[in-house]
C-alpha cells in the first residue's frame, strides 16, 4: 500500500526523441518511455507527463499514449497515486504479470482474447446493472452514442467501443475492474479492431452489433443482472462467430493488417518469458 507520509511525487522535465525504431506507434512510445524509466532520467517517485504532454511532444494519438502506459502498468513499472497521478514505481514493489497470447494463429489469438472478455465484462455489466448511478447510466449512453457517430463517419469506433465497456466498468462499483480492463486494453483493442474491420464489411453485421450494444445499455438501465450480463455474452459470442465465418480473403487482406498489433503483443510478452 502507498504511504501516505511519503514525499510528495515531483514531474520530471521531458523532452522526446523522435520515434523511429521499428514497432506500431504504441511500441515505439513504449520503448521511449521505458528508456527513460530503466535509465533514471524518470525515477522512483516521479510523476509521469500527462498525457496530453506525451501525446503534443510525440505527436501521436490519446490511443496510443493510453496503450503504451497501459504496457508500463503490467510491468509492474508506473502506478496511479492519489495526488499525484501516474508515477514511477520503486523496483522493489515492482510485480509483473503478462498474458501469453497465442502468436501464430490470428483466429486463435482473437477468440482467445474474446473468451477472456467474456468473463470479465459480462460480471462488470452485471454489476453496473446492480450499482450504477444515474451519472454513470448517463456516461454509459453517451459512449453508446459516441459508437453510433464513428459509425456514420466511416470509423473504426474501436476507441468509443472501449470507452463503452470501460464506462461499464467504472459503474461496476468495483475499484478492481477498471484497471483490469485498462490491462486487458493492449489485447483488447487489437481483438476489437479486427471484429470491427471484418463487421464493417457487411451491412447486417454492423446492424446486429449496433443492436447488441443498446441490449446491453438498455439491461443496464433498467437495472437487470440477469439480463446484462447475457447480453454481453451474446455479444461477444457474436463478435466471435463473425470472426469464425470471415473468408480467406479477408485474413489474407484486410483482417492480417488489423490482426498484427495482437500478434506483435503476443510475440513481445513471448520473448519476455524467454530464459536467457
Known amino acids: ?16 526523441p523522435n520515434i523511429t525504431s521499428a514497432g506500431t506507434l ?20 516521479a510523476r509521469l507527463p500527462t498525457e496530453q504532454v506525451i501525446c503534443e511532444r510525440f505527436g501521436v494519438s490519446r490511443t496510443v499514449v493510453r496503450e503504451a502506459i497501459s ?8 502506478e496511479v497515486r492519489q495526488g499525484s497521478g501516474m508515477v514511477v514505481r520503486e523496483a522493489s514493489r515492482a510485480a509483473t504479470f503478462r498474458l501469453p497470447v497465442e502468436v501464430n494463429d490470428s483466429v486463435e489469438a482473437v477468440l482467445r482474447v474474446t473468451e477472456l472478455r467474456r ?27 459516441a459508437i453510433d457517430t464513428a459509425a456514420k463517419q466511416q470509423r473504426d469506433g474501436v476507441e468509443e467501443d472501449q470507452a463503452f465497456h470501460m464506462a461499464i466498468s467504472h459503474a461496476t462499483g468495483n475499484s478492481l475492474y477498471p484497471p483490469m480492463l485498462e490491462y486487458l486494453g493492449q489485447f483488447v483493442r487489437a481483438a476489437i479492431l479486427l471484429t470491427r474491420t471484418n463487421e464493417a ?5 454492423s446492424e446486429q452489433v449496433r443492436a447488441e450494444h443498446k441490449a446491453i445499455y438498455d439491461a443496464i438501465a433498467a437495472q437487470d443482472p440477469v439480463a446484462a450480463r447475457q447480453a454481453v455474452i451474446t455479444h461477444i459470442d457474436n463478435a466471435g462467430a463473425r470472426i469464425q465465418v470471415a473468408g ?16 506483435e503483443e503476443g510475440k513481445r510478452v513471448a520473448r519476455k518469458r524467454t530464459p536467457r
Open 1 to 16: 500500500m502507498n504511504n501516505p507520509t511519503s514525499t510528495p511525487s515531483r514531474t520530471v522535465a521531458f523532452e522526446a
Open 26 to 45: 504504441a511500441d515505439r512510445v513504449t520503448a521511449v518511455l521505458l528508456e527513460k524509466i530503466t535509465s533514471g532520467d524518470f525515477p522512483p517517485g
Open 71 to 78: 504496457r508500463l502498468k503490467s510491468e509492474g513499472l508506473v
Open 119 to 145: 468473463g470479465i465484462e459480462a460480471e462488470a455489466a452485471a454489476l453496473a446493472a446492480e450499482r450504477r448511478t444515474r451519472t454513470q447510466l448517463a456516461e454509459i449512453k453517451r459512449a453508446l452514442a
Open 201 to 205: 464489411r457487411r451491412g447486417d453485421f
Open 248 to 263: 480467406p480473403a479477408f485474413w489474407a487482406g484486410e483482417g492480417s493488417t488489423a490482426a498484427q498489433p495482437l500478434l
